[in-house]
C-alpha cells in the first residue's frame, strides 16, 4: 500500500489571492452583515485559511446609510469614548451617529468582530466604507456579493 503524506498549507502574503469584493449595505442588519464582512476580512471562506497571516480580501462597503438596527436599538444603543480629560466622557447614540458619520456604525461593528491585535489593525485596514452608492474602487474591479439576512 502506497503511503500518503499530506501537507499543511500555509499563506503568506506573497500567496494569499486577496480579491476585492463590493457588498451593498442597503436593507441589511448591522450585525449580520458585519460578522460576514468580518470573514471576508479575515480570510476564513478560503480553504487556504491561515489565522497569523492578512489572507483576507478588499471589502468595499456601499450604502452605508442605509443600514437597519432591529429593535430599539436605533435610539438605545450607545457608543462611549472617552477624551482623556477629567470629566471626558461622551455618548452618542447610533440614530446621532448615523446622521454624523454613516460609515462608522459599520466600522465599528466590524473592528469589534476582529482580533485586538496588529493584524487586526492591518485586517481593518482593507475594509472602506462609503455612505452612498458611489466609490472609487472601479478600477480595481469588485465582485458583487450579496447576503441573504
Not at 462609503?130 to 474591479?141: D, I, S, T, V
Amino acid at each position: 500500500m502506497e503511503s500518503l503524506s499530506y501537507k499543511t498549507q500555509s499563506l503568506n502574503s506573497q500567496t494569499a489571492d486577496k480579491q476585492w469584493v463590493l457588498i451593498d449595505a442597503e436593507g441589511q442588519t448591522l450585525g449580520r452583515l458585519s460578522s460576514e464582512i468580518a470573514k471576508l476580512l479575515r480570510g476564513k471562506h478560503k480553504p487556504g485559511f491561515t489565522p497569523h497571516v492578512d489572507c483576507g480580501d478588499n471589502v468595499v462597503v456601499i450604502n452605508a446609510e442605509k443600514i437597519t438596527l432591529t429593535g430599539n436599538k436605533l435610539s438605545e444603543k450607545q457608543y462611549i469614548r472617552h477624551t482623556g480629560y477629567p470629566g471626558g466622557q461622551r455618548i452618542v447614540t447610533a440614530e446621532q451617529l448615523q446622521k454624523k458619520a454613516p460609515t462608522q456604525i459599520i466600522e465599528k461593528a466590524v473592528k469589534g468582530m476582529l482580533p485586538k491585535n496588529r493584524l487586526g489593525a492591518q485586517l481593518l485596514k482593507n475594509l472602506n466604507v462609503y455612505a452612498g452608492g458611489e466609490h472609487p474602487h472601479a478600477a480595481q474591479k469588485p465582485q458583487t456579493i450579496t447576503f441573504n439576512n
